[in-house]
């Protein structure tokens, strides 16, 4: 077990205890893994008006350069270069063999400056492989005075607003800086809970009052780590350290769409031999959603078998889908049985269970394209 | 006909030599939203502290334990479609199977309604 005092609180850590939150350690964090509301409520006020997270256990990162777009393209595949001022990329960062060491958002803040937001229990990995790997051509700071939140849902476009009108008009996946509510904010239109929405950076002085504000909308209401969760599996979004690891390569985890044509053209990224000769060849696993029959929900590490007992793979992340009333899941399964349609089975508890490859988003995700 | 409980937060009442077996108020608080109940096979016969369901929240799965031995003789199959009611109703409409029992003696190891109370307030 780890040392208690070592684990670390956000700035909002006492407004999540006078909100009633049920706190549970997380990437070395004491986060809220849901308020008093539970997680079912949480989950589809996401869905159906807004949601207010506190995902300050997140690591900021501006990396600052000469042409830092060019430095961070030798350790991701995205194409970072053709950004325009206030655009950002979902990349990952890869391994020689081809594996991913933490999936990320990168935005162009100006052509010196850029601004990372990598996960909690990969930010001080991340942090050195930038610093070792970019040496001598840029500069990497981590934002440790800043909080940073995420507003989410059909409504968060309407309150956000309400303290700056220019938020309503930003297209998914942009950046701008700007006052909200009077205090200097970082606002990306982007999120992973499939909804519209924000993620907003705040001085770690203003993050508990901007909050309180913000929660004092009818429509808001806080929302823990475990409605996240089920958010972004329902939205087909992908988990660090479940549904992407080291073992895992973009392309079996089809994230081929985040690796612009011109970096597959030229390489130039750690692993680059292994990930093109997979596009070129396909993988041997494939990700994909899963759902199972009936109500038992299949979680992490379920095995998944074919029809003839046999089994073929794992899965990495599920569970039960409030806005679906039913259990979904995704995993790895060899390309062959990877189809929409094919039949499988899910190994619950001993028991095999019907189910079946499906489509990803399991619910239809409502980004604001302008 | 009185109520016991178990250090595991199991209940259990008898009506002759048969026991109804579920969860307690405060079990089901803090597992959240119920979503799935895994029932015991009919004629099943379990040990004391064998596992007799498993429960699933929207977050984690647990399993429960039969506080008495015995024989499943009946299974709560409302469950099925309306696995909430563990949430809305634990000590009544939600139960999990009846058990009859093949150990009076096992009962007697249990506590109280009163005793519970104090042990779960001593949880904090």
């Known amino acids: 077990m780890g040392d208690i005092s070592e684990i670390k609180q956000t700035i909002l850590h006492d407004l999540h205890l006078e909100l009633g939150a049920k706190m549970v350690p997380f990437a070395g964090y004491d986060m809220p893994v849901q308020y008093s509301d539970g997680i079912m409520k949480e989950h589809l006020q996401t869905r159906e008006s807004a949601g207010l997270f506190d995902v300050s256990h997140m690591g900021q990162v501006v990396i600052r350069g000469d042409d830092p777009a060019a430095a961070i393209e030798k350790l991701v595949p995205g194409d970072i270069q053709s950004l325009k001022d206030g655009e950002m990329r979902y990349s990952f960062l890869t391994n020689e063999a081809g594996g991913i060491l933490d999936d990320l958002i990168i935005t162009r803040r100006s052509a010196r400056e850029l601004f990372v937001v990598v996960n909690a229990a990969c930010k001080d990995q991340d942090i050195a492989h930038f610093k070792s790997a970019l040496s001598g051509e840029v500069t990497v700071e981590v934002l440790e005075d800043r909080a940073l939140v995420a507003l989410q849902g059909p409504k968060a476009a309407e309150v956000l607003a309400r303290y700056n009108p220019d938020v309503a008009t930003m297209p998914f996946m942009t950046y701008q800086e700007m006052e909200i509510g009077g205090f200097p904010c970082f606002v990306t239109r982007s999120g992973y809970t499939g909804e519209d929405g924000y993620e907003i950076s705040i001085p770690n002085a203003a993050a508990d009052v901007l909050c309180r504000k913000l929660l004092s909308e009818t429509e808001v209401a806080p929302i823990g780590l475990g409605a996240r969760d089920s958010l972004r599996l329902e939205a087909g979004l992908c988990l660090y350290g479940h549904d992407l690891t080291t073992e895992t390569t973009p392309v079996s985890a089809g994230l081929l769409w985040a690796i612009g044509k011109r970096r597959r053209e030229e390489g130039g990224f750690p692993g680059a031999d292994i990930i093109l000769a997979e596009i070129a060849n396909k993988p041997k696993m494939k990700r994909v959603g899963i759902l199972p029959e009936g109500r038992a929900p299949a979680r992490e590490h379920t095995e998944i078998a074919d029809l003839d007992g046999n089994v073929i793979g794992e899965v990495t992340s599920g569970g039960f889908a409030p806005s679906l009333q039913a259990p979904i899941a995704m995993g790895y399964v060899p390309l062959e049985l990877s189809s929409v349609g094919t039949e499988i089975q899910l190994i619950v508890r001993g028991k095999p269970r019907a189910a079946k490859v499906v489509k990803m988003p399991f619910v239809e995700q409502r980004y604001y394209r302008g | ?124």
């Open chain 2, 1 to 124: 006909m009185s109520i016991k409980y178990t250090k595991d937060h199991e209940w259990v009442t008898v009506d002759g030599d048969v026991a109804t077996i579920g969860i307690s108020v405060y079990a089901q608080e803090q597992l959240g939203d119920v979503v799935f109940v895994e029932v015991p096979e009919m004629d099943q016969s379990l040990g004391k502290s064998d596992s007799l369901a498993v429960v699933e929240s929207v977050k984690a799965a647990s399993d429960v334990y039969t506080p008495v031995s015995g024989e499943v003789v009946e299974v709560n199959s409302e469950l099925e479609d309306n696995p909430s009611l563990v949430n809305e109703d634990a000590e009544g409409s939600g139960w999990f199977a009846k058990l009859k029992i093949s150990d009076a003696g096992e009962l007697d190891e249990l506590m109280s309604a009163d005793e519970y109370k104090e042990y779960v307030e001593g949880l904090g």
